[in-house]
Antibody
Framework: QVQLVQSGAEVKKPGSSVKVSCKTSRDTFSVYAISWVRQAPGQGLEWMGGILPLIKTTNYAQTFQGRLTMTTDESTTTAYMELTSLRSEDTAVYYC????????????WGQGTLVTVSS | DIQMTQSPSSLSASVGERVTITCRASQSINSYLNWYQQKPGKAPKLLIYGASNLQSRVPSRFSGSESPTDFTLTISSLQPEDFATYYCQQSYTTPYTFGQGTKLEIK
């Protein structure tokens, strides 16, 4: 059974950075790409980017270019999403999700991490 | 970027009713269209992938179809647990994009 367990809620100041983790199993790391999707309060879903965990190839949405870094740690089978230069509009729930490389759909999701950006 | 447009944005229906939600892409996406259900405070859940394939352990009252211009999610007989927000998503090319959502409420 695929499980994704994310780190806890964060409160950050504008201009700072946040790093969210997503822990999974070795099997998941080997089979799936990991994507990050965010959802602002009361809003829809926004794909941020993804990473192939073992070869560490990344693909970021243009919206986040320059502010977003996705990494993985094979020893702990954990994926990370770091967003810098935070602004209030980055307040959202951030989800990690597995993405099948063939169909591109997100079939397993973490529980979500609320990031609040406030002065 | 490919724009995904869902309709309606909200819908009221009764238990036992048949409902349909439509999604249109701004360009051809072949059959790379997926549907998700999201309940308040929860992560989205995959229902349908590849336009018409039912995800494992999803009830058979959910189905997906496609026409030359539109994709449709149908719930054949609404159950109380189906009241949620539904999103379509294209996985044809990055950036992967979602529809704005359809909130399904109890009439």
């Amino acid at each position: 059974q695929v499980q994704l367990v994310q780190s806890g809620a964060e409160v950050k100041k504008p201009g700072s950075s946040v790093k969210v983790s997503c822990k999974t199993s070795r099997d998941t790391f080997s089979v799936y790409a990991i994507s990050w999707v965010r959802q602002a309060p009361g809003q829809g879903l926004e794909w941020m980017g993804g990473i192939l965990p073992l070869i560490k190839t990344t693909n970021y949405a243009q919206t986040f270019q320059g502010r977003l870094t996705m990494t993985t740690d094979e020893s702990t089978t954990t994926a990370y999403m770091e967003l810098t230069s935070l602004r209030s509009e980055d307040t959202a729930v951030y989800y990690c999700a597995t993405r099948t490389t063939a169909g591109g759909y997100f079939d397993h999701w973490g529980q979500g991490t609320l990031v609040t950006v406030s002065s | 970027d490919i724009q995904m447009t869902q309709s309606p944005s909200s819908l009221s229906a009764s238990v036992g009713e048949r409902v349909t939600i439509t999604c249109r892409a701004s360009q051809s996406i072949n059959s790379y269209l997926n549907w998700y259900q999201q309940k308040p405070g929860k992560a989205p859940k995959l229902l349908i992938y590849g336009a018409s394939n039912l995800q494992s352990r999803v009830p058979s009252r959910f189905s997906g179809s496609e026409s030359p211009t539109d994709f449709t999610l149908t719930i054949s007989s609404l159950q109380p647990e189906d009241f949620a927000t539904y999103y379509c998503q294209q996985s044809y090319t990055t950036p992967y994009t979602f529809g704005q959502g359809t909130k399904l409420e109890i009439k």
